[in-house]
Structure formats: C-alpha cells, structure tokens
C-alpha cells in the first residue's frame, strides 16, 4: 500500500470516547453458473409476490434458496431482476450476467454475528444452489469467482464537544481534499429538543461510486428509525449510560464506505485483503477526505486533523482486531472458540497459498510460529489482552 504524507494532528484527551467500531455494510459478488430451475423458482415466486401484493397489500413471498427460507420481492432491484431478503443479508439476482448473485450483509447481522459468519452462512446457500465458474482447483480461491464489492466500516463516539463542533457551520469551511477529490458536501439542518439552535446533522466528504467519509447524529438516527435501538446494548459494554428519559444524544459516527472503483484501483478484491490493509486504507481515507481545525495558515493542507478524525485514526490502530461486539449476546462460549479457530484456519491457508502458491503444512507450521512470536512481542499486548478480557466478559453467559 501508498505511504500517506505527514498530516499534524490536532488530537484532544478526552475529546471523543469510542463506543463501537465495526463493518456496517459489506456487499460481495459471485461468479457462478445460476441453474433454470433456480430462476424458474425465483420467478415463480416473485409472481406469487405480486399477486399476494394485489390481494393482501403485502409484497414479499417465501421460498427456499439453497436449503434457506427467503422472502422474494414482487420488485427487483436496480440492476437485478430478482430481489430477496434473509433476515442477516439480501440477495440479489441478476440475468445475464458474468457474476450473476451478489449479497449485501446487514448492519445488524455484522454487528451481532460478524462478517466471517455471514459469509460462510451465505456460501454455503449459493453452493448449494449454484456452481462456481472457476477451475475446480480453484474453488478454495475464492478470489477466483467472489469479489468484494463495497464495504462500510463504522466508530460511534461520545462526545459532547463533537456536539457543539456541528452547532458551528463553518466547520464546512474546514474539509481538505486531496486535489483530485471532489467534494460533494451535503449536511442537513434541525433543531434539538432542547432548543439550543441550528446545528448540522450529518457532513458527507467524497462520492458515492469511489469513497465517502460522512460523520452523522448517530442518536438522531435512531430516533428517527424505529428498529436500530439495539446499539445502545453494544455501547453500555463500553460503559456509555443512556439518559434516563431515553433520548440518545451526543453520539456521532464517523463512517468510511468504500466502493468497488476505489478498491479496484488499490487490488483490493477480498473481504481478506481489505482486512490485511485496513490500517492504511483507513488511514488513506482520513487524510484524502478529512476534516481539520482552521489555524488561519493559508496554506490549508497544513491545518491539523480534527479530534474526531483522529480518534478513529487512534481507533484504526487495531482495526484488523475488529470484532462483532454483538457475538457475546447470542453465542455460547464454545461456539464462539468454534468460530474463531475456524476463521484462524482460513486466514492462515489463505496466506500460505498466497505465499508460495499453495498448501504446504510446514509452511503453516512456521506461520503459526510467527505469529505468536509477533503477538507476544507487540509493545500494546497486555492492554489489548485487558480490552479483548472486558469485551468477552460475558461471553459464557451468552443465550
């Protein structure tokens, strides 16, 4: 990866505590061969749907994909002609296609089950329905035929001062870009219970179709959705107390969604190596889409990042730790050892072929060697082990 420039940092203690960091959003495509019968049934039901829609205002109808029930929509989507919904992701399914399936994982599902989870819960649904267009060789090289297609990653911070930043509308005058960036700034405007003025909402740096850096009223949002209250559960683990009256204020998400161009254009094709570099991805985000505090220099590109960039670039340090904080609440102590141990074995097949072209268990062997040599020399071990020990406290009692 790109070594970034030196930004100053204009980094506060105490300015903005993390309350959750994790991937919000991942959607993957998938390179494989769809049955007729598969699209048969895909448009039976999405018949049944309409006509259900007709006589029962309701717009959804079962069926089972790949062993799985699925609710087809009566509409696709933009660019698919069938649309189905799981209760942890969507499918699309699009004719005429090269990579003809893709799925778009759920904030709630990644939050509470992780994305290794769900992906494994969702090729298993398309190998049990499709064939993989790729050598038979290949098929545990998944980059041969799923492709990352775009990915969110999300830190929701307290911060009251973050708060009063907002209330001040020139903070817009404050967003540096790279000089090939275009900004595309959109905020919205209300008004607090309390009364104490007009204050920006949300502030999106970049575009949609390559990256986008937007921090919002993470507690507006959910006031405003009926549904997403369940954050709230995954903050009081990281000690944040909600109001008594239940109004969810001062805490802001910064969320970083990057698109299929911009990871294109740095050979990022897997959920696996968006994890390898995510540090810098993170970090390359920040600087060429990032918010700073004024210092009146006129040359603007030296005007220190703003606190609560720095706190997720703070945060990003342990990026490649990011766990779904929701796993202590559903899953028991042994299923979750299960999980992880199956997820170590992945990552480390993955590295050894990427290594040397294939699987060869001595070379897995010394892999393994180092890295616990590299996790017991690392200088931050013990505070990670204190925060990985707090984080799964609970994790025995899980239903």
């Known amino acids: 990866m790109r070594q970034l420039p030196t930004v100053s940092m204009d980094e506060r203690p105490g300015f903005a505590a993390c309350l959750a960091s994790g991937y919000d959003t991942v959607k993957e495509t998938f390179k494989v061969a769809v049955p007729d019968d598969l699209y048969e049934r895909l448009a039976e039901a999405k018949e049944a749907a309409q006509q259900y829609r007709r006589s029962h205002k309701k717009d959804r109808w079962p069926m089972k994909f790949g062993g799985v029930e699925v609710m087809v929509s009566y509409l696709g989507v933009k660019g698919a002609t069938y649309f189905c919904q799981h209760p942890n992701f969507e499918i699309h399914v699009r004719t005429n296609s090269e990579a003809p399936i893709s799925i778009r994982y759920n904030s709630a ?41 775009e990915i969110h990653v999300a830190y929701d911070f307290y911060s009251p001062e973050m708060t009063e930043h907002m209330h001040d509308f020139n903070i817009l005058r404050n967003i540096v870009c790279n000089s090939k960036v275009k900004k595309d700034i959109k905020w ?7 009364s104490r003025g007009d204050h920006l909402e949300t502030i999106t740096i970049g575009k949609k179709n390559s990256l986008e850096v937007q921090i919002y009223d993470k ?10 209250d369940w954050m709230v559960s995954l903050w009081q683990q990281e000690g944040y107390h909600p109001p008594t009256e239940g109004r969810i204020e001062h805490v802001w998400r910064v969320e970083l969604r990057f698109a299929k161009d911009y990871l294109d254009q740095r050979g990022i094709k897997s959920v696996e190596g968006f994890s390898k570099d995510i540090s810098t991805l993170i970090g390359e985000a920040l600087h060429s889409r990032r918010l700073t505090i004024s210092t009146g220099d006129s040359n603007r590109s030296r005007w220190p990042m703003h606190p609560i960039w720095c706190a997720v670039y703070r945060e990003s340090g342990s990026a490649s730790e990011m766990l779904p904080l929701g796993k202590q609440l559903t899953m028991a102590g042994q299923e979750f050892v299960d999980t992880m141990v199956s997820q170590i074995a992945g990552s480390v097949r993955s590295t050894v072929v990427a290594k040397i072209g294939g699987y060869d268990a001595i070379d897995a062997k010394h892999l393994l060697e180092r890295v616990l040599g590299e996790l017991e020399d690392d200088e931050d071990h013990f505070i990670k082990v204190m925060r990985a020990e707090n984080r799964y406290k609970n994790i025995g009692d899980a239903r």
């Open 219 to 228: 507690g507006q949002e959910i006031r405003d959705q009926s549904g997403k």
């Open 188 to 194: 919205k405007i209300g008004c607090n219970a309390y």
């Open 109 to 149: 599902g990644l939050w509470q089950f992780g994305v290794e989870a769900l992906r494994e819960q969702a090729r298993k649904i398309i190998l049990a329905e499709c064939r993989p267009i790729c050598a038979f060789d290949e098929i545990g090289d998944e980059e041969s035929w799923i492709n990352l297609n």
